[in-house]
């Protein structure tokens, strides 16, 4: 299955291809990750990661980090909105961007 992000908003599209992303255990292409639309409020949003020690709790800006790598934003999208299991793992291994 190929996915083309070009001109697209990111929540939005793969909100409505998660359900093939899921029933299809295949591989997934996503192409043009880099070109997707981004709406004015995601310029502010940030992304928050906690690695479970104290102080470990790290702010990224949403807009920053597409710039530096966009896969790494889509695959995020994608991981929060599969179930936490074993065929979330499966599924996130099948993606491939170019």
């Not at 710039?67 to 099948?94: D, E, F, H, Q």
């Amino acid at each position: 299955m190929k996915i083309d992000l070009k001109g697209k908003i990111l929540g939005r599209y793969i909100s409505n291809k998660i359900y093939y992303i899921r029933k299809l255990i295949g591989r997934v292409v996503i192409v043009n990750a880099s070109k997707i639309k981004i709406v004015n409020i995601e310029t502010k949003k940030r992304l928050f990661n906690y690695n479970g020690r104290p102080g470990g709790l790290s702010k990224k800006i949403f807009k920053e980090e597409f710039y530096k790598n966009p896969n790494k934003i889509v695959l995020r999208c994608i991981k929060g909105m599969l179930k936490a299991n074993k065929t979330r793992r499966k599924i996130i291994s099948n993606i491939q961007f170019k």
